[in-house]
């Protein structure tokens, strides 16, 4: 089944401890992205990587590391988490504009609160 | 990429056809209309898609003005599971996503 895997689904951390937040596809897409999203806020995007070893910032970079060595996988960082990257996140994976049609599949999600 | 704008909430009744209007005036040539649903908190999941036609898929149909400034997306019979947040996103030959804060369509039962 074609899916966009994340884990874990909930975590509680605290302040300063470092965590990383797996992105996983299994429908061997170029394009990858992770997106926040807060309450009245819609979906931000944060990081996104057109292919391997090619990663940019989104609207809301600040505090977040990615990286992409392997094309299936694009990891979300957080060096030294703080209360006000409390959100739910999802990454997302799209296949080449013209072929997939820009149609972007999105994870199940990771709550994250950091207290 | 241009801009939408869409209705912050709707109901609509079971089993009735829910038409969710979006108006995106600023649509130039080669942009594409998308949508895309989030149902409670999980991801966003794609519905469906145009240029200029109108679109159907098992899914919904998509009624584009012939100007290209707005937009409907139509859900048929309306199901209690269709209850959830409908984003209208314009995007060209790039990937750079805007979500918006969609329409809240609550079906009634």
């Known amino acids: 089944e074609a899916q966009v895997t994340q884990n874990p689904r909930y975590l509680i951390t605290v302040t300063g401890k470092k965590l990383t937040v797996t992105c996983s596809q299994n429908?061997?897409?170029?394009?990858m992205s992770w997106y926040r999203q807060d309450p009245g806020l819609g979906l931000r995007q944060i990081y996104y990587?057109?292919?391997?070893?090619?990663?940019d910032k989104g609207d809301v970079p600040e505090g977040y590391k990615v990286s992409r060595k392997e094309k299936r996988n694009f990891p979300l960082i957080l060096e030294s988490p703080s209360p006000n990257q409390t959100s739910l996140y999802f990454c997302?994976?799209?296949?080449?504009?013209?072929?997939?049609?820009?149609?972007?599949?999105f994870g199940a999600g990771t709550r994250l609160s950091v207290l | 990429d241009a801009k939408t704008t869409q209705p912050t909430s709707m109901d609509c009744a079971e089993g009735r056809a829910a038409n969710l209007p979006c108006n995106h005036s600023?649509?130039?040539?080669?942009?594409?209309v998308y949508w895309y649903r989030q149902i409670h908190s999980q991801g966003p999941q794609y519905i469906i898609h145009?240029?200029?036609n109108n679109e159907t898929n098992e899914m919904a149909s998509l009624i584009i003005t012939e100007d290209r400034k707005s937009s409907t997306l139509i859900l048929p019979h309306a199901t209690l599971r269709d209850t959830a947040v409908y984003y209208c996103?314009?995007?060209?030959?790039?990937?750079?996503?805007?979500f918006g804060t969609g329409t809240r369509l609550k079906v009634l039962a």
């Open positions: 997302a994976s799209s296949g080449p504009i013209l072929l997939a049609k820009n149609i972007q599949y």
């Open positions: 429908m061997n897409h170029e394009y």
């Open positions: 990587s057109m292919n391997v070893e090619v990663t």
């Open positions: 600023t649509i130039s040539g080669n942009e594409y």
């Open positions: 145009g240029l200029k």
């Open positions: 996103i314009v995007l060209g030959g790039t990937y750079k996503y805007i």
